[in-house]
């Protein structure tokens, strides 16, 4: 251990030679251990720096965990308790194995178990949404001007202002990606960046490709710009993350080198006045609050659907926004209902009423096992207050119980808080659904059928197979196709309802409809002649 700690003026063989080297080297900047270090290695060099310099034996230091095999075990070539790992390179790619690595909490001193499910998480939560996301822009491009392509570039400065507000919203939160995981990696956080990226990717992918698509469908420039924007600037922030696939990506999208020859995204110079990059992704604090609360409501309206077994391709009557600023939603509520399948959306004040006319209500549970402990006896009138309705949220989101005692306030784990939707006119089953939205506010989706909207429900799941026969057939994606679907009797008036709808999403120029004499439907598509 002497020796390990001797290591910084040992190696140069300090103070007989390279005195001015020494001098201008030391401390280092960095060092890495596993956490078991803190009493070996970075004890002796702290001990030996101080005895012989009066000064620290580095600058930063990372200490990150041990790992472990499968069997949780610590991992081991005797016992063998770890994936293959050319077999893991050979069949998920060695970004795959660094991505959960450096996303896992080995960074921030806990222990990781290497499994080849989590290394297969990498590629299916983060590697290949960016990589379809890159091959739907060059599919798109490729196809357009009748198959001559376009040619995207950067946002130019003086476009950013005309730009539709969901280009301008993906350009703040690039910016906001960049600011944010440079500060990150300037701390050492490399888990943290990680989860920047990924979260980033929900953005861009789950969010602008997919309600953009229409957009691209019609040679929209402005969109692929601002998507081929993203993706440059999204590669110069992976690629220290993800080097290959990011190599791969860039030097496709910009014929350049090599990502890891260009610069990192500098968006204000030393003086500290923007760059054309800076300038182009804009800064824009209150369009992307507003549009991350527009994507809290699909995400939550999504998870009613999911909760009550409806699927998105099955329309619904009516969604009900309740918010302390419904005008600030207004104008996306023509994208709210095409996101959730709805054909209205009503936005509403949080002061309208809405909870009682829906009987809604938050209901609190505690959990007197991890209150117990704490409150004591005490625990047995916060659960009586609960149960009766004597509690309140205050603003900073804690949650007081009034008891006769007094005010009693409860820690997160130890109550449970839910919502709660009354059944109208006495029905078993529930005709709306609702969520609470964070930071106020909820959602209420009509889950109530009729013919109609079953009907259309039918007619989109028949679009489903369409889309997948036309995959299966190898099909472009700007071919015609003539189709031909056999339905059931009863459904036949529901296709012949939807025939302009089914049309037009599947690129059909002829939809013949022929009844079949059981219960089973099926496609049938054959590129259009001519």
């Not at 302009?500 to 409809?513: F, H, N």
Request: proline residues 4%.
């Amino acid at each position: 251990w002497f020796d390990s700690g001797s290591m910084p003026f040992a190696q140069v063989h300090y103070p007989f030679e390279n005195r001015d080297w020494f001098e201008h080297h030391y401390p280092g900047d960095f060092i890495v251990e596993y956490i078991g270090q803190t009493r070996g290695w970075f004890y002796t060099l702290h001990v030996l720096a101080t005895a012989l310099f009066d000064r620290p034996a580095f600058r930063s230091a990372v200490s990150h965990g041990i790992v472990l095999g499968s069997d949780g075990r610590k991992m081991s070539k005797s016992l063998r308790n770890y994936p293959d790992v050319t077999e893991v390179l050979d069949r998920d790619g060695s970004d795959a194995m660094r991505w959960f690595l450096m996303s896992s909490p080995i960074l921030r001193g806990g222990n990781l178990v290497v499994t080849e499910e989590g290394i297969r998480d990498s590629v299916r939560q983060v590697l290949l949404p960016v990589w379809s996301t890159y091959y739907f822009f060059t599919l798109y491009a490729g196809a357009a001007d009748a198959g001559a392509g376009i040619t995207a570039r950067q946002v130019a400065e003086d476009e950013v202002a005309g730009l539709p507000a969901m280009d301008r919203y993906l350009l703040a939160r690039t910016r906001l990606l960049v600011t944010t995981v440079q500060g990150q990696l300037d701390a050492y956080d490399i888990a943290g960046a990680c989860e920047t990226v990924r979260d980033h990717l929900d953005v861009l992918t789950n969010w602008y490709v997919r309600t953009q698509r229409d957009r691209f469908w019609a040679e929209d420039a402005a969109a692929f710009n601002t998507l081929f924007t993203a993706l440059e600037v999204l590669t110069r922030v992976m690629a220290p993350l993800a080097p290959l696939l990011t190599e791969e990506i860039w030097c496709g999208l910009t014929g350049g080198r090599s990502v890891h020859l260009t610069d990192w995204p500098t968006l204000t110079d030393d003086a500290g006045v923007a760059t054309v990059l800076g300038t182009v992704l804009a800064d824009d604090a209150d369009l992307v609050a507003t549009m991350d609360r527009v994507r809290a409501v699909c995400s939550l309206s999504l998870g009613v659907r999911k909760a009550n077994k409806l699927r998105v391709r099955q329309p619904l009557s009516r969604l009900t926004v309740v918010v302390d600023d419904p005008a600030a939603l207004a104008p996306y509520a023509e994208l709210l209902a095409s996101e959730l399948n709805v054909k209205a959306v009503d936005l509403v004040g949080l002061d309208s009423g809405a909870a009682q006319e829906y009987g809604i209500e938050r209901r609190l549970t505690v959990n007197a096992r991890a209150a117990g402990p704490r409150l004591g006896r005490g625990v047995q009138a916060a659960i009586k207050a609960a149960k009766s309705g004597d509690w309140r949220e205050d603003a900073d989101g804690t949650v007081v119980v009034v008891t006769p005692d007094g005010d009693v306030p409860l820690e997160p784990a130890e109550y449970d808080v839910t919502t709660v939707v009354g059944a109208a006119g006495g029905a078993t089953e529930p005709t709306v659904g609702a969520a609470v939205l964070p930071g106020g506010g909820f959602v209420v989706l009509d889950l109530l059928l009729d013919d109609a909207l079953r009907a259309e429900g039918y007619a989109r799941d028949l679009v489903r197979e369409v889309q997948d026969a036309r995959k299966a057939a190898g099909l472009n994606v700007s071919d015609r196709i003539d189709l031909t679907v056999t339905v059931p009797a009863e459904q036949v008036a529901a296709v012949e309802a939807h025939r302009d709808l089914i049309a037009a999403e599947t690129l059909s120029v002829t939809v013949t409809v022929e009844t079949s004499g059981t219960d089973a439907h099926a496609v049938a598509v054959a590129k259009a002649q001519g």
